[in-house]
């Protein structure tokens, strides 16, 4: 598994690669770039002792990655984290084996952790053969493969237009309302209001002391003549309005003739 | 190599490409000597009872469907579909005004006539051109066919009503109502009151 | 309509689609009462020592190149490419341990999952999330899809190669979520758990 190549490493094709050092020959440098984390290597290093993952020797593996992490030149710190947290467990555990076991309920014994990690390089193993034998099989469109002129199914869509007569109708019937409704032009004019009028007439109704006409009261200036039908008309509704209070009475004595106004004595 | 086995590649070939193959570039993938003409005519005969045949198309090579199957791969389906408001007013204007033409429609409706709703009124076969006007252009007339007049339930066009009609049985009114109502912004009437024999297709 | 008709059309069906269908779907395809299963199981045998082989992939089926075969076809380029050995290995333990979370794939690797790896099997879709695990944070699943086990010729994720091995040595349980320590290997239960194979397609 230790090779001495020294491959282009990419995103796609990282293999674990141990590099000579031209200077020191003695010495590798391990790249720990080559590397999947601490238990890729540690599974390297256990193959290394060229046995059944079952029957490695931890000590011995615990040896050979201390070295390792003690040798490789570890450039990134954050990289370099996980190999050193596994470094001390690892060290933890060689003096766990080392020293006489301890009765201790809280912590698991030496042979167990172990044990655990005997497993974790054994799955770690077997998931690898799994990926291997699973990446051999015939894939699609590597090895098999489907039609390539697939025929496919055509479909044909047969519109139905529901219509009923009276949707019809009022179809027709819409477009006419709507005509007509367009055809009207209705330019927004100059008003006198109701409000103003009545205003105007409450203020000036005080000086008139007996029956006054009506448009007696118009504002003095009014420009043109649709101004002046809105002024009379509010004018006269307002009159209306002050009758219907009970503030104002109003006269006419003939048909179309003029409107006489006066304030109620009751007021007074 | 067997001949057996000479045709189990034929076939994969054939199956696998994209497009039709050339028995020069079948070959091309068979054993020098191989006798491809042979295999083709033999593939061939083998698949000539069953689902999918071999066929030779402008001197290539393909599978395809069997002819008498080929229905399975065509699939009708019946899509109800409404019509737009646009469509259901150019219809009622064809039906009113006819024969007119598209200009007139336009005119009538103020608005010009999107594409597409003439020929989904004439693929629904209600609306069918007429004749041409008399006029410069010449433009195609529109009017009504026999089928507008099943499909409504009418005897001919003169049974349509008039505006007069209408107004009487409260289109008009109803229309007007609505309007004024969306005006002010009230639920507008969405009642369809049912007319005798308007339902059903 | 005799068998020979109705193999005809199955086989027709089927080799007019890429994709795999459903005996369901054919089913629909054939009058009312027909045997679906014998038929594709006729089929089947019909075509297994041919160029083209039917094979049920995904509970579905499908004819494909045989694979003794693969040598002539197989296409030099490749248009994914070569996934890494951390993209292999994800893949595996995903596949063979689904429903799994990100933690628990690196919890097996002893190595964090870098960036971009399950972003690449998805977009491959291979992998999809398939639910929640009802531990603290609720962690998001994954799982393979249908089209994994097409793309692999793989019926069901039991098909799985050397599947029955790594459950009996005890790798396929729940992997504990801190590192090299011996945890109770209580398995959460998972949130709507989705069987692969059970979507529809």
Known sequence: MINNETEQQSEFEDLPSVIDSPDEEENLILDIDGFEGPLDVLLTLARSQK????????????????????EAKVQKLEKAADYLVMAA???????RLLLPEED???????EEMAARLTYQLQRLSAFREAAATLMSRNQLKRDVFARGMPEPVIVT???RYELSLYELLKGYADHKTRKSIADIRIHKRDVYTLDQALERLRGLIGIAIDWTDLFQFLPDLIEGDEMLRSVKASIFTASLE?????????????????LFIRKTDRDD | MEIIEQIRIVEALLFASEKPLSSIALADCLPEG??????????????????????????????????????LLRKEVEQERRLSRAAVETLAIISYHQPVTRAEVEEVRGVSLSKGILDTLMAAEWVRPMGRRRTPGRPVTYGTSDHFLVHFGLNSIKDLP???ELKAAGFLENADTSRLNLLDNQKPTEEQPELPGSTGG
């Open chain 1, 51 to 70: 046995v059944d993952l079952k029957q490695i020797s931890i000590l011995e593996l615990v040896e050979q990655f201390l070295k390792f992490v003690d």
């Open chain 1, 89 to 95: 467990w690892l060290a933890y555990l060689k003096s």
């Open chain 1, 104 to 110: 201790s309920e809280e912590e698991f014994s030496a």
């Open chain 1, 157 to 159: 869509r047969n519109a």
């Open chain 1, 242 to 258: 002050m009758a219907r209070e009970g503030k104002a009475e109003i006269i006419q004595k003939q048909t179309f003739g003029p």
């Open chain 2, 34 to 71: 191989s006798n491809i003409d042979q295999l083709l005519a033999d593939l061939r005969q083998q698949y000539e009872m069953r689902g999918i045949n071999l066929v030779e198309v402008a001197g290539k090579w393909m599978f395809q469907t069997a002819p008498d199957l080929a229905f």
């Open chain 2, 162 to 164: 008039g505006i007069a």
